[in-house]
């Protein structure tokens, strides 16, 4: 049984998706530009922290998006509520369309209910990266905040070149650490300081890593299309760390034992094909299939044909509704509508086009959507607009 719902705060709207009580989604909006984030903070989190309590649910996933100079006043409202929980965070700087400090939290929790489950926190050199948990005859983790800065930054082609590959060998030796590998990863969600200016050394950094780590080949002779490649969904946008890397990014993987019933596949939708066509390595989806219910993980999708072209330029409002077409039709035969969103980013390269976007999605019934609602750019300049988005299905008995 999956349970929604949407509570109306003075400063912020909180959702949550609750899947047969042993998984929630939360994500908190934050829409009063003029409210103290230290008292907005703190009612969130102590909010969260109630429901936390009734659901008996541990948090495995905690990324939170803001000015990164209200950074400090927000961790310090979250350490209160949890009381000193060692699990790790991601901050990003994503600012609000409304212009409040405090843009917004995503949460992910799970309950441990069968023998042999449990939560535990992951480390690196004594300091907490991921959670990690049993369920279901598999073992999950989610990696927060990784990135590849060693010492001093540098605002060098080179320089952030190396830091992505260090970035993706260090999730690679983690994971490892914790008895997974890179191939188990399902998501990565990746956060580049001004993206607009090497996004395509990023790509290549990445195929270079992908490529040791055993998902791509150095040439493609065998002749089989990219959509038969199985990569990670992922999302690559514009985003600040407070570590001043040039990028940061979160992983989840998953790994099966023999005779689990849950099963990972990717899939390629039908508007858009694969972005490794065009030199960016990640699947358009991916689905966790369990006995309870699917999960779906769309990567991070703007306004984009099949030949990878971007359309309607200029346009915002096209923008939109070609993307949520797009995703609506990757997704549909899934058994999935816009409407089963649990958990979603919405990224606008204008904050003034806020009203647009919600326009659209009050004409599609969309009033209710858990997302948080970021100013950034998007891998091209052109593009106006990008969501990602997890969506989660029940199954009938």
């Not at 195929?207 to 992922?234: H, M």
């Amino acid at each position: 049984m999956i349970k929604r719902t949407v509570e109306l705060h003075p400063s912020f709207k909180l959702f949550t998706t609750t899947v047969n009580g042993r998984q929630l989604y939360c994500t908190a909006s934050f829409t009063d530009p003029a409210g103290d984030p230290a008292l907005s903070a703190s009612r969130l989190y102590a909010r969260v922290s109630e429901i936390l309590a009734e659901s008996s649910m541990e948090i495995v996933h905690e990324r939170l998006f803001g000015d990164l100079a209200a950074r400090e006043i927000v961790m310090k409202a979250r350490t209160h509520a949890e009381t000193g929980a060692d699990w790790p965070v991601t901050y990003i700087q994503g600012l609000s369309c409304s212009g409040a400090p405090f843009t917004g939290v995503q949460i992910r929790a799970v309950r441990p209910l069968a023998d042999g489950d449990r939560v535990w926190t992951a480390y690196d050199d004594g300091r907490p990266v991921g959670r990690a948990w049993k369920r279901n005859g598999a073992s999950f983790i989610i990696m927060q905040d990784c990135h590849g800065l060693n010492g001093t930054a540098s605002s060098a082609a080179a320089d952030r070149m190396a830091q992505t590959d260090s970035m993706f060998r260090k999730a690679e030796r983690i994971l490892k650490d914790e008895g997974f590998s890179y191939p188990d990863v399902v998501r990565t969600w990746i956060y580049i300081a001004d993206i607009l200016d090497w996004y395509g050394d990023f790509n290549k950094a990445r195929n270079a890593c992908y490529a040791d780590f055993g998902f791509l080949g150095e040439k493609r002779e065998d002749g089989k299309p990219a959509e038969t490649l199985y990569l990670p969904a992922s999302t690559g946008i514009e985003g600040r760390n407070p570590a001043g890397a040039a990028a940061t990014m979160d992983v989840f993987a998953v790994r099966r034992t023999e005779g689990s019933p849950i099963r990972i596949r990717h899939i390629t939708g039908s508007q858009q094909k694969s972005p490794y066509r065009y030199g960016s390595a990640f699947s358009r989806a991916v689905v966790v299939d369990e006995e309870e219910g699917k999960l779906i993980l769309v990567s991070g999708t703007a306004s984009i044909d099949d030949a990878g072209r971007s359309v309607h330029l200029g346009d915002v409002r096209a923008q939109i509704e070609q993307t949520l077409e797009v995703i609506s039709a990757l997704i549909a035969p899934e058994g999935a509508t816009l409407a089963d969103l649990c958990e979603a980013t919405v990224f606008l390269k204008r904050k003034e086009d806020l009203p647009v976007y919600l326009s659209i999605a009050e004409t599609r019934g969309l009033t209710a959507v858990p997302s948080v609602n970021v100013v950034a750019d998007v891998c091209r300049d052109e593009l106006l607009f990008e969501l990602d988005a997890a969506f989660v299905v029940g199954k009938a008995g």
